[in-house]
């Protein structure tokens, strides 16, 4: 079955800090990612997608991440860590069957100290 | 500024009342969902709406009714609730599965 891992639940990094947010996913056909965020009391954003162009993607807030076929991952990156960066993250896949389906990661909470 | 608005944004309930959860957006999209969202959870999906005809059901219990009555509004009708149905409830809207879904900010719902 299709699926979304994020390694780590939770991740804490120090303020100017590279982040690193592990994403891998499993899929017959080539997939549509996403990374959203989520700040407290609030609906999720998105931060970047992959729909197949390039393998490096550009996102909001200087997040990128590089899309490897090959190790089926999707790791978000940004090379120093805001302390408004605090947030929850979210990996997800377009469901492989077609249709509207987004299939989510369980998450990872990153954590930005002083 | 939120895309997808959602009203009300608390909502305190008995298990008894009858309310209604509201979601409108005017982006076009002809897809719209209904999520519930745990603390320190993912969203779960619980219903998908395209071209307004419901397209997905996650086997939600039927005190849950999801209503589409045009494309840019979308209902979540709710009637005897649980209190483990408390959660935050949000709403989305999207183009396609090569396209990221659209969040509003969500219902905090409790349930006395």
């Known amino acids: 079955a299709q699926s979304v891992t994020q390694l780590g639940s939770h991740v804490s990094v120090s303020e100017g800090a590279l982040v690193l947010l592990r994403c891998n996913y499993s899929s017959s056909v080539p997939p549509y990612l996403f990374w959203y965020v989520q700040y407290p009391n609030q609906g999720l954003q998105l931060l970047l997608k992959?729909?197949?162009?390039?393998?490096l993607v550009k996102g909001i807030n200087g997040f990128e991440a590089e899309f490897k076929k090959s190790e089926t991952s999707f790791h978000l990156t940004k090379p120093s860590a805001h302390m408004s960066d605090a947030a929850e993250y979210f990996c997800a896949v377009s469901d492989e069957a077609g249709g509207f389906k987004t299939i989510f990661g369980a998450g990872t909470r990153l954590f930005v100290k002083a | 500024d939120t895309e997808v608005t959602q009203t009300p944004k608390h909502l305190v309930m008995g298990m008894t009342n009858k309310k209604s959860l509201k979601c409108e957006q005017h982006m076009g999209h002809r897809a719209m969902y209904w999520y519930k969202q745990k603390a320190k959870k993912p969203p779960e999906l619980m219903f998908v709406?395209?071209?307004?005809?419901?397209?997905i059901n996650e086997s939600v219990p039927s005190r849950f009714s999801p209503e589409c009555p045009n494309s840019s509004l979308l209902n979540l009708h709710l009637h005897a609730l649980q209190p483990e149905d408390s959660a935050l409830y949000l709403c989305a809207s999207g183009r396609g599965r090569d396209q990221p879904q659209h969040f509003g900010d969500g219902t905090r719902l409790s349930i006395l």
């Open positions: 992959y729909t197949s162009a390039a393998t």
């Open positions: 709406y395209s071209y307004e005809k419901l397209s």
